[in-house]
């Protein structure tokens, strides 16, 4: 067939008003800092539903008096939340980040990492703003004190999205996960390597450990010195067919909390636990499934308070526990036999943990799913950069994330 030769070494032009179209709409797109701090071009469009709250009883007034700043993981509204009790009033703030989950608060070095569980995974390492840098090129001008010290992401780290983690904890000063994908516990390498550090017994078989695929959905970590002093949830502590995810996956009652020891169960009975957390002596849990937070004790799960949603999200300052409570996902209701579905409430609940009494509570009426909670002090870090119920400050965040300083320590007397 004899080929055309039309065309061939030419090349068609675009006319100039197009090119110019084009050209300005690609130079105005990534300018929102939400958007590049994120990593997602959709983070500067939230919700203001999602950010609207009630509070019950005595939220503010406890929280006040723990001088902490309280943060917590909205896995399903893409949202990262700090709440304070500012000297002016409720002090509440937001990061957009894909689907998190784990979070944990080195309290020393005022280091956060937060787990982004999304196709790949992403560890967020985020520190404290501690001071601005003088500039020639901008005026920076006078703002309040630097008694506002949001927490930035100063770091991103990719991973497999088949690790599938959920918690984090630093044991012996390194960070780890579960990787729930692969039933195990993972260090978490600052070249963004990992290493299978622990498992159970359970997975094992005459091939070998089963790390191909998520058997009995291991979740949460309970950390000690190392990690032979700590403890693990899981909601199966055998091989099955039946899977995390399929819906005849039996759960009332299957759960466990393991010894990194023994690597065997030390308490059964739990119903889809999460958020074991070591606590004077004792291993804390969220018994999901029924909506109850209470401890392990001689093998069996030791209620302390039940509360109206899917516990999930645990920390602790003295004798106060903070625990969260999400909706339950329609498809799963199943996996919460012991809660009244309809009835669940997205919040976080102060809780005292010698009485099981609900000090108070803070609630998202919009809110959907709470998975993970810390803390850190106030005086090392007020929140995220972004303040909730108010009109955003494009001057300050762009100011802020110009000429930042990111580090550990108290407030300085620096001014922006």
């Given at each position: 067939?004899?080929?055309?030769?039309?065309?061939?070494?030419?090349?068609?032009?675009?006319?100039?008003?197009?090119?110019?179209?084009?050209?300005?709409?690609?130079?105005?797109?990534?300018?929102?800092?939400?958007?590049?701090?994120?990593?997602?071009?959709?983070?500067?469009?939230?919700?203001?539903?999602?950010?609207?709250?009630?509070?019950?009883g005595h939220?503010?007034?406890?929280l006040a008096?723990?001088?902490?700043?309280?943060?917590?993981?909205?896995e399903?509204?893409?949202?990262?939340?700090?709440?304070?009790?500012?000297?002016?009033?409720?002090a509440?703030?937001?990061?957009?980040?894909?689907?998190?989950?784990?979070?944990?608060?080195?309290?020393?070095?005022?280091?956060?990492?937060?787990?982004s569980?999304r196709?790949?995974n992403?560890?967020?390492?985020?520190?404290?703003?501690?001071?601005?840098?003088?500039?020639?090129?901008?005026?920076?001008?006078?703002?309040?004190?630097?008694?506002?010290?949001?927490l930035?992401?100063?770091?991103?780290?990719?991973y497999?999205?088949?690790?599938?983690?959920h918690?984090?904890?630093?044991?012996?000063?390194?960070?780890?996960?579960?990787?729930?994908?692969?039933?195990?516990?993972?260090?978490?390498?600052?070249?963004?390597?990992?290493?299978?550090?622990?498992?159970?017994?359970?997975i094992?078989?005459?091939?070998?450990?089963?790390?191909?695929q998520?058997?009995?959905?291991?979740?949460?970590?309970?950390?000690?010195?190392?990690?032979?002093?700590?403890?693990?949830?899981?909601?199966?502590?055998?091989?099955?067919?039946?899977?995390?995810?399929h819906?005849?996956f039996?759960?009332?009652?299957?759960?466990?909390?393991?010894s990194?020891?023994?690597?065997?169960p030390?308490?059964?009975?739990?119903?889809?636990?999460?958020s074991a957390?070591?606590?004077?002596g004792r291993v804390?849990?969220?018994?999901?499934?029924?909506?109850?937070?209470?401890?392990?004790?001689?093998?069996?799960?030791?209620?302390?308070?039940?509360?109206?949603?899917?516990t999930?999200?645990?920390?602790?300052?003295?004798?106060?526990?903070f625990?969260?409570?999400?909706?339950?996902?329609?498809?799963?209701?199943?996996?919460?036999?012991?809660?009244?579905?309809?009835?669940?409430?997205?919040g976080?609940?102060?809780v005292?943990?010698?009485?099981?009494?609900?000090?108070?509570?803070l609630?998202?009426p919009?809110?959907?799913?709470?998975f993970?909670?810390?803390?850190?002090?106030?005086?090392?870090?007020?929140?995220f950069?972004?303040?909730?119920?108010?009109?955003?400050?494009?001057?300050?965040e762009?100011?802020?994330?110009?000429?930042?300083q990111?580090?550990?320590?108290?407030?300085?007397?620096?001014?922006?």
């Amino acid at each position: 067939m004899k080929s055309s030769s039309k065309n061939v070494g030419q090349t068609k032009v675009c006319p100039t008003n197009t090119l110019d179209s084009l050209w300005s709409r690609h130079h105005a797109e990534w300018r929102d800092q939400a958007q590049i701090v994120s990593q997602w071009q959709e983070a500067n469009d939230t919700d203001p539903e999602l950010l609207k709250y009630k509070v019950r009883g005595h939220w503010w007034e406890t929280l006040a008096g723990c001088g902490i700043t309280l943060l917590v993981t909205r896995e399903y509204e893409h949202l990262v939340m700090a709440l304070r009790a500012g000297e002016t009033g409720p002090a509440i703030s937001y990061l957009r980040m894909p689907h998190p989950s784990g979070l944990v608060a080195d309290r020393d070095s005022g280091r956060v990492c937060i787990a982004s569980t999304r196709n790949p995974n992403q560890i967020y390492d985020l520190a404290p703003i501690s001071e601005l840098t003088a500039r020639l090129d901008v005026k920076v001008e006078p703002l309040p004190a630097l008694n506002d010290r949001p927490l930035i992401p100063v770091r991103s780290r990719f991973y497999p999205g088949s690790l599938y983690m959920h918690d984090l904890a630093f044991i012996n000063g390194a960070l780890h996960a579960n990787a729930v994908g692969e039933n195990a516990i993972v260090k978490l390498l600052e070249d963004g390597r990992y290493e299978r550090v622990w498992w159970p017994h359970c997975i094992e078989t005459e091939s070998g450990p089963v790390f191909g695929q998520n058997y009995i959905q291991l979740n949460s970590i309970a950390a000690g010195k190392k990690l032979a002093n700590s403890f693990f949830s899981a909601s199966a502590d055998k091989l099955s067919a039946r899977r995390p995810g399929h819906r005849n996956f039996p759960v009332d009652k299957r759960g466990v909390i393991f010894s990194g020891a023994t690597r065997e169960p030390i308490s059964w009975g739990l119903t889809r636990p999460h958020s074991a957390r070591l606590h004077e002596g004792r291993v804390w849990v969220d018994n999901s499934g029924y909506g109850e937070l209470g401890f392990a004790d001689q093998g069996c799960f030791a209620p302390v308070a039940r509360l109206s949603g899917w516990t999930r999200g645990l920390c602790f300052h003295g004798q106060i526990a903070f625990v969260g409570t999400s909706r339950v996902i329609p498809r799963f209701r199943q996996y919460a036999p012991g809660l009244d579905v309809d009835a669940s409430i997205c919040g976080v609940h102060a809780v005292d943990v010698n009485t099981g009494r609900v000090l108070g509570s803070l609630l998202w009426p919009a809110g959907n799913q709470i998975f993970a909670i810390d803390w850190i002090a106030s005086s090392i870090a007020t929140g995220f950069p972004f303040a909730a119920g108010a009109k955003r400050r494009k001057a300050r965040e762009k100011m802020l994330f110009y000429a930042f300083q990111a580090g550990p320590g108290q407030a300085t007397d620096y001014t922006y």
